[in-house]
Nanobody, 116 residues
Framework: QVQLVESGGGLVQPGGSLRLTCAAP????????MGWYRQAPGKERELVAT???????NYGDSVKGRFTISRDNAKNTVYLQMDTLKPEDTAVYYC??????????WGKGTLVTVSS
């Protein structure tokens, strides 16, 4: 079973920063667009950011200008730098690997709580 391993979540005050990390098996990472999604209590899972093999990025409207996604192809790792965090960013953040048109792999999620 493919395992995506997320880390870096936690409690942070409004206005603060966190960096999430997701490591994937190389056989998956090198052939996948990587992304982060989040799900807040009572809400549907939503796109946070994605990055293709070539480095093209895409962001959800609510995080544009505050979050930055990047990938290190040598380490098979994708990052999500989150700055100027707001209470509404509180959610479980999931790492995603999308290979081709129909194959998706998911991590177990890491909780981010933004609160004073």
């Amino acid at each position: 079973q493919v395992q995506l391993v997320e880390s870096g979540g936690g409690l942070v005050q409004p206005g603060g920063s966190l960096r999430l990390t997701c490591a994937a098996p190389g056989s998956i990472f090198t052939r996948s667009s990587m992304g982060w999604y989040r799900q807040a209590p009572g809400k549907e899972r939503e796109l946070v950011a994605t990055i293709t093999n070539g480095g093209t990025t895409n962001y959800g409207d609510s995080v544009k200008g505050r979050f930055t996604i990047s990938r290190d192809n040598a380490k098979n790792t994708v990052y999500l730098q989150m700055d100027t965090l707001k209470p509404e960013d509180t959610a479980v953040y999931y790492c995603n690997a999308k290979m081709g048109y129909a194959t998706n792999y998911w991590g177990k999620g890491t909780l981010v709580t933004v609160s004073s």
